[in-house]
């Protein structure tokens, strides 16, 4: 992805999004592996630390977000291949497809959405 913003820039961002109590974090051995970001029904992020894949806190995290809304609905990038299947995977199904003109990374992504049974 490109660089968009400075290191601080993306601090304070951060800090605005645990200030708005968006952010649940995972922690694994004493070290923070992870965090969903979430505003309402939206997911605006979810990431892992690459040693920390593969151990279900994804899908602990994601399960938690499931367990307090009927809806939820996300864009990851085209070329993220391992979040297309990932979501597949919990049931999001795709629901729009872009070049990335509407995105600040100009990337081609595609908007998930889930809603309960």
Known sequence: MP??????ETVGFCG???ARG????????GQVAGFI??????????YL???????????ALLADAMGQ?????????????????F???HGFVEAARTDGAGNEERLPDIRYEWRRS
């Not at 968006?22 to 051995?29: A, F, I, K, M, N």
């Open 3 to 8: 660089k968009l913003y400075q290191r601080d």
């Open 16 to 18: 605005v999004m645990i």
């Open 22 to 29: 968006w952010v649940t974090v995972v922690v694994l051995g």
């Open 37 to 46: 970001a979430r505003d309402g029904q939206e997911i605006c992020s979810l």
């Open 49 to 59: 630390a690459n040693a920390a894949q593969g151990q279900g806190l994804g899908t």
């Open 69 to 85: 809304s009927d809806r939820l609905e996300l864009w990851t990038f085209q070329r993220n291949t391992g979040a297309q299947r």
């Open 87 to 89: 979501y597949a995977r």
